[in-house]
């Protein structure tokens, strides 16, 4: 799993290393990797490295040093490097220096009119300890700039351990990680743009959240063994849809039928329209003849009257594993001890306005801290969707970058818990199966946006695909994540 490390542990691990190496080898190992990801992205979009422009935005801390020392390596290479001081007199003394030597420029970037004519910048305006937007001077000097930005360990104005930005910050084409990643990169990878990870030697012991890697997803992923039937691989049950929002119910079971689940039972008024587009599915009209199941779903377009909310408390009292989405949550708000009481395993998944109604309050900033901080209140897993996905059982969070917004569509979230629902019943925690979902539901929308076969298509545009294109290509992403794990066997 990669691994992202906030601010105080990031600097606990520095502390030993920066005790026993010499002044400034850290951050000259630090600028040395920088100054080779820059030279790489100065062939990859000019075609050469030597007499190309360099700007270096530097700011009063230690980004600025890394920044100043990167140039000096850059200079060393024959590239024309200009840093341009927001805090004049108060730049990093090594860096500057040794700068200064390899006969860089240095501007007053306080003064109006600084050039920008540049083939790449560096941002080392502020580094991880930094908080708050940009100020005024360098936000007009960053949205001047017209050449690729490379982020000196994050984006200036980006909160490192939120990612929250509440004013002008830079929108970097790549960042350079240093040691370890931090979760400014999951959270706000849109900011990041591509993340590059260079290692300066450090130790950091635990992560602060996690996020599955395509092939461990891959790996995870059930599917049927030699000896499986459709009862062992699981069976998800499915309360979803109503008169007004028949398609809910279509689209969740769909989630779970193409999950691979071993077979899905549907309770619910809808009947009729699920066999019609999901053959295979055993339909009933209500939940006493639906039969035995390993999990449940329940909410998405089921609507909030009494006999749902009767439904719910009847999915709610088994001691089965339950998935509870959309409309199940707005009940479940008027209700929350319909869960608190339960032993069995609950996985919510609510976006921020279900998230504000469950616990009486916005996310806020720290969208991990008040994930975990739910879990562990209401002894559940929540999933708090977005472009970052945040999954957390109250011990251990999990965070997925979609990529893109492509999934941003009505019906996408019902796809999406018909697929918890099937994972969940498979025998996977809630915890693991929300972060396998989140990825290959990620995944799907990619490939339905773009019609490629790799993650790669991810982020190159934001504008949203119908949920029943995303939920036709479910299989081909979970092909994807089963071929990059190396696994064989195909998927019905």
Not at 78 to 103: D, F, N, Q, W, Y
Not at 132 to 140: D, H, I, M, T, V
Not at 190 to 199: F, K, N, Q, T
Not at 457 to 481: E, F, H, K
Request: charge should be negative; include cysteine; glycine fraction near 14%.
């Amino acid at each position: 799993m990669r691994g992202y490390f906030t601010t105080a542990r990031t600097r606990e691990a520095e502390a030993p290393l920066m005790d026993s190496l010499p002044d400034g080898t850290l951050m000259r190992r630090a600028a040395y990797g920088l100054a080779r990801i820059a030279a790489r992205e100065l062939e990859r979009h000019t075609g050469a490295v030597a007499g190309r422009r360099v700007g270096l935005l530097v700011g009063s801390g230690d980004n600025g040093g890394d920044a100043l020392w990167a140039g000096t390596f850059l200079r060393r290479r024959g590239v024309a490097v200009t840093a341009l001081l927001l805090s004049p007199g108060k730049e990093h003394a090594a860096g500057a220096s040794a700068l200064r030597r390899a006969g860089a420029r240095f501007v007053d970037a306080t003064d109006p009119g600084a050039p920008d004519e540049f083939d790449l910048v560096l941002d080392g305006i502020v580094g991880i300890s930094g908080r708050g937007p940009l100020r005024p001077r360098a936000a007009e000097l960053v949205a001047g700039l017209r050449a690729p930005i490379v982020a000196v360990d994050l984006p200036s104005g980006v909160d490192a351990d939120t990612g929250a930005v509440d004013g002008p910050s830079v929108d970097a084409d790549v960042t350079v990680a240093f040691g370890v990643l931090k979760p400014v990169h999951a959270l706000a990878a849109a900011r990041c743009g591509r993340v590059e990870l260079v290692d300066i030697g450090l130790d950091p012991g635990e992560p602060s959240f996690a996020a599955y890697e395509p092939a461990e997803v891959g790996a995870l992923w059930p599917v049927p063994g030699p000896g499986d039937d459709k009862y062992s691989q699981g069976v998800v049950g499915v309360v979803a849809g109503s008169e007004g929002y028949p398609g809910a119910g279509v689209l969740c079971t769909g989630g779970a039928v193409t999950a691979t689940s071993g077979m899905v039972r549907y309770a619910g008024p809808d009947a009729k329209s699920i066999v019609a587009a999901w053959p295979e599915v055993i339909a009933t009209p209500d939940l006493e003849s639906a039969g035995r199941v390993q999990a449940w779903v329940v909410g998405p377009g089921a609507g909030t009257d009494d006999a749902a909310a009767d439904r719910l408390r009847a999915v709610l009292a088994t001691d089965m594993p339950v998935v509870v989405d959309a409309d199940g949550l707005t009940l479940l708000a008027r209700e929350p001890a319909l869960v608190t009481r339960r032993a069995a395993p609950t996985l919510l998944t609510p976006h921020a306005g279900e998230f504000a109604r469950l616990t009486g309050e916005d996310v806020g900033a720290d969208r991990v801290a008040a994930v975990t901080e739910l879990a562990r209140a209401w002894g559940v897993t929540v999933l708090l969707k977005g472009r970052a996905t945040v999954v957390s059982d109250g011990e251990q969070a999990l965070v997925n970058d979609a990529g893109a917004s492509w999934s941003s569509t009505a019906g996408s979230g019902d796809v999406l818990s018909g697929i918890l629902g099937a994972l969940v019943a498979s025998g996977l925690r809630p915890l693991t199966a929300a972060g396998l979902g989140t990825r290959a539901h990620a995944l799907a929308a990619n490939l339905a946006a773009h019609g490629e076969s790799d993650e790669a298509s991810g982020g190159l545009g934001a504008a949203p695909v119908a949920a029943g294109a995303m939920l036709a290509r479910l299989r081909d992403a979970v092909r994807v994540l089963r071929a990059s794990a190396g696994a064989r066997g195909d998927l019905a």
